[in-house]
Nanobody
């Protein structure tokens, strides 16, 4: 069992930046960030494997950057040029599977609210 603890999030104006961090209680192959806005499905924002392969949602590809520290079992999401449509609850997640396999993500954080004002 891997536990995920998130930090960061909050309220910023459009065009601003935020950084989300997540610490895992153990090592795991793939870590990432999902988000869920009211009335919408949860979507993968960005994922990264332990060997550095990344995947981004098209809507954030040029604005967000995911990174991880394998030694510390942490993953960060740097969010720049934020837009009101980025407002959502952001969840840290982790899985033993590589990115893009379609397999479920095994572990989830509690979520952190990100609100972007216009």
């Amino acid at each position: 069992q891997v536990q995920l603890v998130e930090s960061g999030g909050g309220l910023v104006q459009a065009g601003g930046s935020l950084r989300l961090s997540c610490a895992a209680s153990g090592s795991i192959f793939t870590m990432g960030w999902f988000r869920q806005a009211p009335g919408k499905q949860r979507e993968l924002v960005a994922g990264i494997t332990s060997n550095g392969r990344t995947k981004y949602a098209r809507s954030v590809n040029t604005r967000f950057s995911i990174s991880r520290d394998n030694a510390k079992n942490t993953v960060d999401l740097q969010m720049n040029s934020l837009k009101p449509e980025d407002t959502a609850v952001y969840y840290c997640a982790a899985t033993r599977w590589p990115l893009g396999t379609g397999n479920p993500w095994d572990y989830w954080g509690q979520g952190t609210q990100v609100t972007i004002s216009s």
